[in-house]
């Protein structure tokens, strides 16, 4: 069984950083397509970035370009989120998702119906 145990969440001021991590444990990591997506009070869950299995391709939404960077430690099972530059709209709860055979690309215009795993999320609250 696939497992996905985000960290790395909490407060931080607007303009501040944080990263998350995402660690993975049941399956055969570099096989996955991974995934943050956040959810905000009220909203639906939105794609934020996504890596390819061999680290090298990544697909941003526009809300995160230039200011969040997804990266991948294979060895570590582990994909991270760094985000820079937080503003109080970020404010969410970030999910780590994963599906095996896609695209960082295709992981972007995925219905979350179509994601194969989650995690169970975690706080990110940007206080201005």
């Known amino acids: 069984q696939v497992q996905l145990v985000e960290s790395g969440g909490g407060l931080v001021q607007a303009g501040g950083s944080l990263r998350l991590s995402c660690a993975v444990s049941?399956?055969?990591?570099?096989?996955?397509?991974m995934g943050w997506f956040r959810q905000a009070p009220g909203k639906e869950r939105a794609f934020v970035a996504a890596?390819?299995?061999?680290?090298?391709?990544?697909y941003y939404a526009d809300s995160a370009k230039g200011r969040f960077t997804i990266s991948r430690d294979n060895a570590k099972n582990t994909v991270y989120l760094q985000m820079n530059s937080l503003k109080p709209e970020d404010t969410a709860v970030y999910y780590c998702?994963?599906?095996?055979?896609?695209?960082?690309?295709?992981?972007?215009?995925?219905?979350?119906?179509?994601?194969?795993?989650w995690g169970q999320g975690t706080q990110v609250t940007v206080s201005s």
């Open positions: 890596i390819a299995w061999s680290a090298d391709i990544t």
């Open positions: 049941g399956g055969t990591f570099s096989k996955y397509t």
């Open positions: 998702a994963a599906r095996p055979y896609t695209t960082a690309q295709a992981m972007g215009a995925m219905s979350t119906g179509s994601i194969s795993y």
